[in-house]
């Protein structure tokens, strides 16, 4: 497998993240977007919508190609079901889904590299402006997510059930993947996480592990 990404991507690490925990080898190919390189002839003519992360696999006659880093890390967690990245249950898969969302479709779209720079250049915003946009969105979304938390953690308490080690239950799933490249990106920009005390716990957690700590961004081999 190769896997085109940007190593300050948070779709990227998603991916990189997955791809550790299920102790899959892959080929890292750099794509520079600070640079431009996504639009490039040459990558344009691999991934049409000019985006990472972009994960080629073998194929008869040519290579297979998926974009989307929520549909990668669901397709390699049904071609390589262990360990698994949601829960067996559709009640459980269900939460972690809306829990991933949170990070993947109410936070990181408005706040992209795309938006900030589009944010920068014709709308002309100054760079504090751009970081309040940030930083309201961000947390915004991390409060979401910190009620989810909470919710699941009240639940499980009615069960007579221990507090979950990782987003939900013991084991890290598709929202820890989605969970941790926010919390990195946001502190790479200054966010200061007030109020959100579980949803840090588990990042914390999280951050205990090999595969996510080989996943972070000062760990690539393009790394500036």
Known sequence: MKLYNYFRSGTSFR??????LKGLDYDYVAVHLAKGEQHGPTYRALSPDGLVPLLELEGEPQPLRLSQSMAII?????????????????????RVRALAQTIACEIH??????????????????????????????????RIYERRLQQLAEERARQDLPPSVYSYGDTPTLADCCLVPQIVNGRRFGLEYDGIPLTLAVYERCMQLEA???AHPSRCPDAE
């Open 109 to 142: 779209p408005i706040n992209n590299l795309r938006v900030l720079k589009y944010l920068a250049g014709p709308l002309a915003l100054s760079e504090a402006q751009r970081a309040e946009w940030y930083n309201h969105w961000v947390m915004e979304g991390l």
């Open 15 to 20: 991916v990189r993240i997955a791809l550790n």
């Open 212 to 214: 996510f700590q080989r």
């Open 74 to 94: 669901e397709y390699l967690d049904e071609v390589f079901p262990e360990p698994p990245l949601l829960p067996r249950d559709p009640l459980g898969r269900a």
